[in-house]
């Protein structure tokens, strides 16, 4: 893809919000930087397959019970005969985004610019297809993925890292994690950002995962990642934690607004980088995704690209969606 501006010319913008992509990918653009995965990134996948070892990074639904956020519902699985040779089923209560999931563009507005591309608030509603899921579905995505193994990373180079905190990743980060990997991001890559915070709380007890729920390490809130991920041009990112993102969030988040007011119930969105990386750069995320038998095999061998495909439901208007993901190495 030619003519793709950089972040510094994203930010000098006066077209569109300072930072958007907006039209970037063309004026009725569904996919954001899911564009950036293109045939050549399906093919530069299909070639690094080597042993055919394939991973399901999905956690099964309900793994995550009581819901992370706090207004997710528990999915109730039903099944029913027509006749003594005959199943059938179906789920009650099923929130999209409450396991290994998928944020499309419908997830967050942003507080002064509001939706991805100027897709009016209207627009995003039930049963229209504006910024829906089904666009990601309909790409069906297959590309090359580099996981980021933080904690190795950190651990290599005696950076104190306790994933029981919101520790924040910043650009250095990313960019001294891949090296020690001695692994390049290029275009249209999917980054796995692999923290260890999943298989951290899904081993904790009852009472200990209800006091660190809302706690995980992720990327920091700043400018300088958002440059990062623009600028590499990737086509999506996932993470083995709830946002992607550091939550809470990093005081020194660059997108706090004076005036937000903290939320009556659910997550607290103020200064979640979610608002540009959603709205304005149009950059989907991947959260709680099953990374740790992935990152073992990397760290066995010390290969950290592989090929990924993602095939969120076809649900027209989703917000978010299952990943259905796989990595094949
Ligand atoms: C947060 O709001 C923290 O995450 P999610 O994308 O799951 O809503």
Same mark, same amino acid.
């Given at each position: =893809?030619?003519?793709?501006?950089?972040?510094?010319?994203?930010?000098?913008?006066?077209?569109?919000?300072?930072?958007?992509?907006?039209?970037?990918?063309?004026?009725?653009?569904?996919?954001?930087?899911?564009?950036?995965?293109?045939?050549?990134?399906?093919?530069?996948?299909?070639?690094?397959?080597?042993?055919?070892?394939?991973?399901?990074?999905?956690?099964?639904?309900n793994?995550?019970?009581?819901?992370?956020?706090?207004?997710?519902?528990?999915?109730?699985?039903?099944?029913?005969?027509?006749?003594?040779?005959?199943?059938?089923?179906?789920?009650?209560s099923?929130?999209?985004?409450?396991?290994?999931?998928?944020?499309?563009?419908?997830?967050?507005?942003?507080?002064?610019?509001?939706?991805?591309?100027?897709?009016?608030?209207?627009?995003?509603?039930?049963?229209?297809?504006?910024?829906?899921?089904?666009?990601?579905?309909?790409?069906?995505?297959?590309?090359?993925?580099?996981?980021?193994?933080?904690?190795?990373?950190?651990?290599?180079?005696?950076?104190?890292y306790?994933?029981?905190?919101n520790?924040?990743?910043?650009?250095?980060?990313?960019?001294?994690?891949?090296?020690?990997?001695?692994?390049?991001?290029?275009?249209?890559?999917?980054?796995?950002?692999?923290?260890?915070?999943?298989?951290?709380?899904?081993?904790?007890?009852?009472?200990?995962?209800?006091?660190?729920r809302?706690?995980?390490?992720?990327? =920091?809130?700043?400018?300088?990642?958002?440059?990062?991920?623009?600028?590499h041009?990737?086509?999506?990112?996932?993470?083995?934690?709830?946002?992607?993102?550091?939550?809470?969030?990093?005081?020194?988040?660059?997108?706090?607004?004076?005036?937000?007011?903290?939320?009556?119930?659910?997550?607290?969105?103020?200064?979640?980088?979610?608002?540009?990386?959603?709205?304005?750069?149009?950059?989907?995320?991947?959260?709680?995704?099953?990374?740790?038998?992935?990152?073992?095999?990397?760290?066995?061998?010390?290969?950290?690209?592989?090929?990924?495909?993602?095939?969120?439901?076809?649900?027209?208007?989703?917000v978010?969606?299952?990943?259905?993901?796989?990595?094949?190495?």
């Open positions: =893809m030619k003519n793709i501006p950089s972040y510094a010319d994203l930010l000098r913008r006066q077209d569109a919000p300072p930072g958007s992509s907006w039209h970037v990918y063309g004026d009725n653009d569904q996919l954001g930087m899911l564009n950036n995965v293109t045939p050549a990134a399906a093919r530069r996948a299909a070639s690094l397959v080597r042993t055919g070892e394939t991973f399901d990074l999905d956690y099964p639904v793994r995550f019970v009581p819901s992370l956020s706090g207004t997710r519902g528990t999915a109730v699985h039903h099944i029913f005969a027509n006749n003594a040779h005959h199943r059938d089923d179906w789920l009650d099923f929130f999209l985004q409450s396991s290994s999931q998928i944020d499309g563009l419908r997830h967050f507005r942003h507080p002064v610019h509001g939706f991805y591309g100027g897709v009016v608030d209207q627009e995003v509603a039930e049963g229209t297809p504006h910024l829906g899921i089904q666009a990601a579905s309909e790409r069906a995505v297959v590309s090359r993925a580099v996981l980021v193994d933080l904690p190795a990373y950190f651990a290599a180079a005696g950076v104190e306790d994933v029981a905190t520790h924040a990743v910043s650009a250095d980060d990313l960019d001294n994690a891949t090296r020690h990997q001695e692994v390049a991001v290029e275009p249209g890559d999917i980054l796995l950002l692999y923290t260890g915070w999943a298989e951290h709380y899904l081993s904790l007890s009852e009472q200990e995962r209800e006091r660190s809302g706690t995980c390490p992720g990327l =920091m809130q700043s400018h300088a990642v958002l440059e990062w991920l623009w600028d041009r990737i086509g999506l990112i996932a993470a083995d934690n709830i946002s992607v993102e550091a939550y809470p969030v990093h005081p020194d988040s660059a997108f706090f607004l004076p005036e937000e007011q903290p939320p009556v119930t659910g997550a607290d969105h103020r200064g979640l980088m979610h608002r540009p990386l959603l709205a304005l750069l149009g950059l989907m995320l991947g959260e709680l995704w099953r990374l740790e038998p992935l990152a073992r095999a990397c760290r066995v061998d010390g290969v950290y690209e592989l090929m990924v495909s993602v095939k969120p439901l076809n649900l027209v208007g989703g978010g969606s299952p990943a259905n993901a796989i990595a094949v190495r």
